[in-house]
C-alpha cells in the first residue's frame, strides 16, 4: 500500500497548489486576461509560418495590385465600337424600305410612268402581303370569306409566270421577284373589291369596271417585267398570262 501511495503521489505531482485555486477564485477576470493575452501573442507572431515569403510585399514597393495600366482612348478606338455605328437599321437588314415600297405602289397606280428596274427587280414581300390582306379583308367586307381563293391562286400563278418568264427571258428572274411585281399589281384589284363593298359588280357597269382593272393589273405587271429584265417587245406576251390570272381575282370580287 506505501507503494501505492507513493505511485499516487509521483503520478499526480504537480505545481498547482490549494492557494493557487484559492488565489484564482479570487480573482474573476484571470481567465479574461490570460485569454487576451494569447491573443495578442499570436496577432503578433510572423506570418512566414502560412504565407510563403513570395507572397510578402517589398517594403519599396509603390505599384497597385490588379489594375493594368489604362488607356483613355481605347474605347474611342475601338473596333467594336465602330462596327455597331456603321450597323443597318433594322429595317434594311429585314429588307423593308418604305421609299421603295412608295415607289412601286405609284409606278403600279400610273400604267403609263415608266419603271425604274433596280427597284423593280427586287424581293420585296411587304407591300404584296398588305396587299392580299386588304384583298381579303375587302372581300369579307362584301360578305364573300375568299382568303384561301386568294393565297392558294396567288401561290399557283406566282410559280407558273415565274417558269414562263424564266423560259421567256436569258438572265432569269427569281420566285420572290415575280411574287413581289404581281403582288403590287394586285393594288387595282383591291379597288375593285372596295368598290364590291358599296354596289353590286354583277351588272354591265361592274361588268366593264373588272375588265378595266383586269387590264390595268396586267399592263402594270407586263411593264415591271420588262424594265426588270430587259425583254423590250415582248410587253403583249407577257400581258396576256398576267390577265389571265388577275381574271381570277376579279371573279371571286365580282360574283
Known amino acids: 500500500m506505501s507503494n501505492l501511495g507513493q505511485f499516487d503521489s509521483d503520478f499526480y505531482q504537480s505545481n498547482y497548489t490549494i492557494e493557487n485555486q484559492e488565489q484564482s477564485g479570487n480573482e474573476p477576470h484571470a481567465y479574461g486576461n490570460l485569454y487576451e493575452s494569447r491573443k495578442q501573442q499570436a496577432s503578433e507572431q510572423p506570418p512566414s509560418a502560412f504565407i510563403p515569403s513570395e507572397m510578402f510585399i517589398p517594403s519599396g ?4 495590385f490588379l489594375q493594368p495600366a489604362s488607356n483613355p482612348d481605347y474605347y474611342s478606338q475601338s473596333s467594336y465600337i465602330d462596327s455597331f455605328d456603321e450597323e443597318p437599321p433594322l429595317l434594311e437588314e429585314l429588307g423593308i424600305n418604305f421609299d421603295h415600297i412608295w415607289q412601286k405602289t405609284l409606278t403600279v397606280l400610273n400604267p403609263l410612268k415608266p ?9 420585296d414581300l411587304t407591300g404584296p402581303i398588305l396587299f392580299f390582306v386588304a384583298l381579303g379583308t375587302t372581300l369579307l367586307l362584301a360578305g364573300k370569306v375568299q382568303f384561301c381563293y386568294v393565297y392558294g391562286m396567288s401561290a399557283i400563278g406566282c ?8 423560259l421567256m427571258s436569258s438572265s432569269g428572274v427569281s420566285y420572290g421577284c415575280v411574287a413581289s411585281v404581281l403582288g403590287y399589281c394586285l393594288l387595282p384589284m383591291v379597288i375593285l373589291s372596295s368598290c364590291a363593298i358599296f354596289f353590286s359588280l354583277q351588272d354591265t357597269f361592274g361588268t366593264v369596271l373588272a375588265l378595266v382593272v383586269i387590264g390595268w393589273c396586267s399592263l402594270s405587271a407586263s411593264k415591271i417585267f420588262i424594265s426588270a429584265l430587259d425583254m423590250e417587245g415582248q410587253q403583249l406576251l407577257i400581258a396576256y398570262p398576267c390577265a389571265l390570272l388577275y381574271g381570277l381575282f376579279a371573279l371571286l370580287t365580282v360574283f
Not at 410559280?159 to 424564266?166: A, D, K, P, T, V
Open 61 to 64: 514597393y509603390s505599384g497597385q
Open 115 to 123: 419603271a425604274d428596274g433596280s427597284i423593280m427587280n427586287e424581293t
Open 159 to 166: 410559280l407558273g409566270i415565274h417558269g414562263l418568264l424564266n
